[in-house]
């Protein structure tokens, strides 16, 4: 896959998205991925927080799945439609221990994961996710080993486990960093504080990408971060910030695209030092700052006041499905 047109691919598909078009990307004819190991936040997180600590309310999981669903999302997930593109069950969540089924992959996101370890107090004295990066990949190496233990045990745990080949395979996701910024900034960091951090944001989630290669991984799909100065928690934190001609508020903006451009030119980085390794990076921020410049074009309407709505625990942008009919985000 050539990274510039998948990534291309991706953004028009997003622009005008929907889960037909993903399918297209991820077509399974061309694509056979056994699975997906996913690593990220609550824009992946399909279980890891609700069952570490505790399940979202409804309406969360209202308009696909019937009920909470583990995400913080009443649909599915960018991840999920993935799953669903690349005909594989929706991934669950490693550290769900009831009714989990691992033979197509595992998912390491939590709600509110970092790439660092958070500085913001953690869950349940504060909000941060203690399963940062370093962890969730330090999961999946454990996740490898004991899998494949289970695997020659044989019987019905064997079969919940993935192959040992599938691990060369498979298609490894990452959707993680926005905490990284927005956490610092609720710690009253300012925004040039928190640019100053990148370089280390950026190298920590390379050393990740690097241990996941030395254990075998060879395929990395890495989203962007997004415009986090859309965000209504952004917007109602920071009211003074300048806005832009869509009211995104521009320094948030150019604190996530700063980010994004030193993560895409480490991405480059690497992969000439891993020629063996496919490594895509996914340009979701333009795809998704492309909803407010766009509106219309993306048939969604963005009433002034849904920033209001929207403004429910950190769920901006969480979910593939509000490009389409999404009852609760107006979209
Ligand atoms: C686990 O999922 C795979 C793929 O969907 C399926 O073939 C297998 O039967 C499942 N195992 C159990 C025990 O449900
Ligand atoms: C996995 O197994 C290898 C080989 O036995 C060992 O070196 C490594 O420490 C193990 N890793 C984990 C996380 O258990
Ligand atoms: C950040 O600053 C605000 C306003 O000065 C203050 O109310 C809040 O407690 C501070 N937060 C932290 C984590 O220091």
């Given at each position: 896959m050539d990274p510039t047109t998948t990534t291309f691919i991706l953004l028009s598909l997003l622009l005008y998205g929907s889960t037909t078009g993903f399918s297209r990307v991820f077509s399974s004819e061309s694509c056979p991925f056994p699975a997906i190991f996913n690593f990220g936040a609550s824009n992946s997180d399909t279980g890891g927080f609700a069952a570490a600590f505790f399940q979202p309310k409804p309406p969360y999981g209202d308009t696909f799945f019937g009920m909470p669903s583990g995400r913080a999302c009443?649909?599915?997930l960018i991840v999920d439609f993935t799953a669903e593109s690349?005909?594989?069950p929706f991934l669950s969540s490693y550290l769900n221990s009831l009714a989990t089924n691992f033979s197509h992959g595992a998912n390491f996101a939590t709600v509110s994961s970092t790439i660092r370890l958070p500085t913001a107090d953690v869950i349940p004295q504060g909000q941060a996710s203690p399963?940062?990066?370093?962890?969730?990949?330090?999961?999946?190496?454990q996740f490898k080993n004991r899998s494949q233990i289970i695997r020659r045990q044989g019987g019905i745990y064997a079969s919940l486990m993935?192959?040992?080949e599938t691990f060369a395979k498979a298609l490894y996701t990452f959707d993680i960093g926005q905490n990284d910024l927005t956490q610092s900034l609720f710690l009253n960091m300012t925004i040039v504080q928190v640019i100053a951090a990148i370089p280390d944001i950026v190298n920590h989630f390379l050393d990740n990408i690097k241990n996941l290669y030395s254990l075998g991984a060879r395929l990395f799909w890495v989203y962007n971060t997004r415009?986090?100065?859309c965000f209504p928690q952004i917007l109602t934190s920071f009211p003074s910030a300048k806005k832009d001609s869509v009211g995104c508020a521009?320094?948030?903006n150019r604190l996530a695209q700063r980010f994004n451009a030193e993560l895409k030119n480490a991405l480059a980085r690497l992969r000439i030092e891993f020629p063996l390794a496919?490594?895509?990076y996914v340009d979701l921020y333009s795809a998704l700052y492309s909803l407010y410049t766009h509106p219309t074009k993306n048939g969604n309407k963005i009433p002034k006041d849904a920033i209001l709505l929207l403004f429910y625990f950190n769920l901006k942008f969480l979910c593939a499905n509000q490009y389409d009919r999404h009852k609760f985000f107006f979209f």
């Open positions: 009443d649909g599915r690349l005909d594989l399963f940062y990066l370093s962890l969730q990949c330090s999961q999946f190496a993935p192959r040992e415009p986090i100065g521009k320094p948030y496919t490594i895509v």
